[in-house]
């Protein structure tokens, strides 16, 4: 039997939307049936690029047809909850970017909306969609390095040029390590498990006149005794990266930015442990950082087979909840317990 072909709207248009918009158009069951955005130019662009004619400024309109299966918000992240309330209460299937929202009680509320209608909410934690990080967890759970003793990811970025439309990123409840190291922090939740303490500092050195703080580094004791550290800049003075590496008891796996391997050292029988005398073997997987065609893939195929959603909106709260833990920390520099949700 042939296969539904799902209605999906995008809302937002901006060049991460357009990549949204670029999987669900070559996606065999999803039709991108209709766009939205408050910022004109832009989407009269997608709307030429995309041939889509059903093109909105007022995402009601969306939200009000009843033709309409499935939405990917691509918007600002403190209008996630109200967005992704009013879809589901309309029967919409959402896919929402990352963070899920800025503070745990709109996760909550999001997750008690979801639950209460019966919907389906996935979040957009792309890095567990890149082909990098992937082939880093198969390796992981293959127990090739052996047991896990350090792991450590970063997201160094500049935002000089980069704060949104209409600023929406430089405000104060939009915190650097939620807004942007929630793809760090989810990244190695994912690969190591769920955090239970953070210890973080922070400082302001680039972004002058930006409301918080602009680089942060935070320390995690992980289960099994694993240590852990994100960094996270917004303003830092090299090229956009997620190097991320991750050192077992027999080895070692690095994804450099940029580089579409991963790196894995190995322990030697021969050499022993003289690494600076072994070259890593270096396994392609792939440069593809913002994979959101195999986001929307993985959308649409759970919805098609009824499956749970991929990313659920309990992974993305507490993915949430840990940066906010960080955030917390970081005012003065003391540790904070990591609650998470159930
Ligand atoms: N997964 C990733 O790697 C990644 C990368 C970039 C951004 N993001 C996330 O995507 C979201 C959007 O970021 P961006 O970079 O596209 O921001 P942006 O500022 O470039 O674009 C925001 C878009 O939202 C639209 N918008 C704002 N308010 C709206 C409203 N009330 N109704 C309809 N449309 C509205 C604007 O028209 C604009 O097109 C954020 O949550 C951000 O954190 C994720």
Redesign the pocket.
Known sequence: MAKKVFKCAV???????KLHMRGIADNENAELYAI????EE??KIRAEEFGVERV????NYLVNDPELDAVV?????Q??RE?TEKFLKAGKAVL????MALTVEDCEAMIACEREVGGKLMI????RANPRFAKMKEIIDSGRIGELMFVESEYAHNYER?????D??KVPERHPFI??G??AVDLLRWLAGDPIEVTAYSNKKYLKDWPVDDNTVAIFKFPNEVIGKVFVSIGCKRDYTMRTCVYGTKGTLIVESKAPYVQLYETNEELGCRFSDVNPQMIYAGYK??N?SK?IKDFIDALSDGKPMPVSSLDGANTVAVCCAAVESAKNGAPVKIGYLA
């Open positions: 809302v937002g248009c901006s060049s991460m939307a939205c955005g408050t910022d832009n989407l909105y400024t007022d995402y918000l691509v918007t600002p992240d209008i996630h967005m929402c970017e990352k963070p957009g934690q792309i890095c980069t704060s949104g439309f209409e929406w990123r807004g942007g929630c793809h950082d913002h959101a986001e």
